[in-house]
């Protein structure tokens, strides 16, 4: 068997990869784009994910990637028919008056994004009540609103970007592992696969969590740490109508809510926008077809690491879910007395800077890393998947920047931090 290139992983980086070198292939019997996803789509990090699509980051590199995906997810579904579940329900990011640092950074991030064409604007704690109806928050409270934002729902989006891949030529093999890969003179050649050896011109691991090992397999160990985040979901508040679960939420349009095959009123009941709390510690998104709403840590200093990604425990502890309902209810009351809506363990591959590892291996040519996404990648996918193109067909990397991304940047002895590039 034989791929011009072979991408190894069926994430939201894997799917998007294949897209955008289909699209460039013109011959795709000639130059074979194939995938391999050893489960199934979405079986590491993506298909778990919040999917939640913000423009707030600290590094304007990654704000500008932001921008461009959250463009390319938004017209998506115009533009090619294919569900991603798109709900463009804002995000606001907030901090409190105890956190003067992170008040000072949300106020310069905004204008750093502003600058880049984001629409995003700096919010007080009166034009915060009006955007989340109910939200108690201290009238020294400093929040950035995107009206743009929102979420996708992670595993259509998967499946929507493969088919739109196939259709350009792509082939995905599902349920076909890469055990190794190959290389000689210092270039790659190919892989071993449980369907058996693929010659290759160019090799890209996209594998998430299990990256780190098959490099080391070659001898190479990139800073990579895999951990285990918790979230917790609990059913929304109902609507003021349906009782006295006030406050009424935020109304939006059926088109922007309305999931597929869904009756308008569950479908619209009780969302709100997106909140990344960093006083309270959690972000919170809805989940519209399953009228409830997922919260998670903001960061990820007390998740367990994981020595083998394949070890995770899918139960999740009492202690989260008591955590998520106290904490969520200290900004939207009406949580308090929502029942619990299910949980999820997943996985994080966290970089000592949180950003992502994304480039040609040293060494070894026609081999490349991308991963390490730290907790925030999937809202970059489509930016990812362009730049990884670019780089593969030697064309101007222009949908990322090289340099920030470097996979040989660590030099050794670096500390681990960040919060999902906030
Ligand atoms: C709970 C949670 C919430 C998140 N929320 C958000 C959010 O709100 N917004 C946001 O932007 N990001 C979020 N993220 C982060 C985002 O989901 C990830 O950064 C992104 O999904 C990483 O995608 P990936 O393609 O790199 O890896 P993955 O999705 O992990 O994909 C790797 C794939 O490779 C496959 N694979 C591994 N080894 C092999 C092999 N040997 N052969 C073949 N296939 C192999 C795996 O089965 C897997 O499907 C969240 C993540 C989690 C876990």
């Known amino acids: 068997m034989r791929a011009r290139i072979l ?32 489960k199934h789509l979405g079986a590491g990090s993506s298909g778990r994910s ?44 907030l901090a409190g008056p105890t956190q003067p640092d992170w008040c000072q950074r949300i106020r310069e991030n905004v204008a750093m994004l502003r ?75 190919g892989a071993r696969t449980s369907e058996g050896d693929y010659e290759a011109e160019q090799v890209v691991v996209v594998a998430g969590p299990w990256t780190r090992a098959l490099f080391r397999e070659l001898g190479l160990d990139f800073p990579l740490k895999v951990v285990r985040p918790e979230n917790h979901y609990l059913a929304v508040p109902e609507m003021a109508s349906d009782g006295e679960e006030s406050p009424r939420p935020r109304s939006f349009s059926l088109e922007e809510l309305q999931e597929p095959g869904q009756a308008p009123a569950r479908a619209v009941r009780g969302l709100h926008p997106v909140l990344i709390d960093l006083e309270h510690g959690f972000y919170a998104r809805c989940d519209p077809a399953h009228a409830r709403t997922r919260v998670g840590h903001v960061d990820y200093d007390d998740d367990h690491e994981l020595a083998d990604p394949d070890s995770l425990v899918e139960e999740v502890s009492d202690e989260l879910k008591r955590w998520t309902r106290a904490t969520l209810a200290k900004r939207l009351p009406p949580y308090a007395r929502r029942p619990d809506a299910g949980s999820i363990a997943a996985w994080y591959t966290l970089t ?60 050794g002895g670096e500390s681990w931090g960040g919060r999902f590039g906030l």
């Open 7 to 38: 991408i190894v992983g069926g994430g939201i980086m894997g799917v998007s990869t294949a897209l955008r070198c289909a699209q460039r292939t013109a011959d795709p019997n000639r130059d074979p784009v194939v995938l391999l996803e050893k």
């Open 50 to 93: 919040g999917a939640i699509l913000r423009q707030h980051y600290h590094d304007a590199v990654v704000a500008r990637m932001a921008r461009d995906s959250l463009r390319e997810y938004a017209g998506f579904e115009e533009r090619t028919g294919l569900p991603l579940g798109f709900h463009r329900t804002g995000v606001l990011t």
């Open 115 to 189: 600058d880049l064409g984001i629409d995003t604007e700096l919010v007080d704690a009166t034009r915060m009540r009006a955007l989340v109806p109910g939200i108690q928050v201290a009238n020294e409270a400093v929040g950035a609103w995107e009206p743009g934002g929102g979420f996708v729902d992670p595993n259509r989006t998967l499946e929507s970007f493969a088919k739109l891949a196939r259709s350009h030529g792509a082939t995905t093999r599902i349920g076909v592992e890469l055990t190794g890969i190959r290389v000689a003179n210092g270039r790659v050649t």
């Open 352 to 411: 000592p800077d949180a950003q992502a590892l994304i480039g040609p291996v040293p060494g070894i040519a026609g081999l490349f890393i991308v991963t390490g996404f730290s907790g925030h990648g999937f809202k970059l996918g489509p930016s990812v998947g362009e730049g990884v193109a670019q780089m593969l067909f030697d064309e101007p990397v222009t949908a990322l920047d090289p340099d920030f991304f470097s996979p040989t940047r660590f030099k």
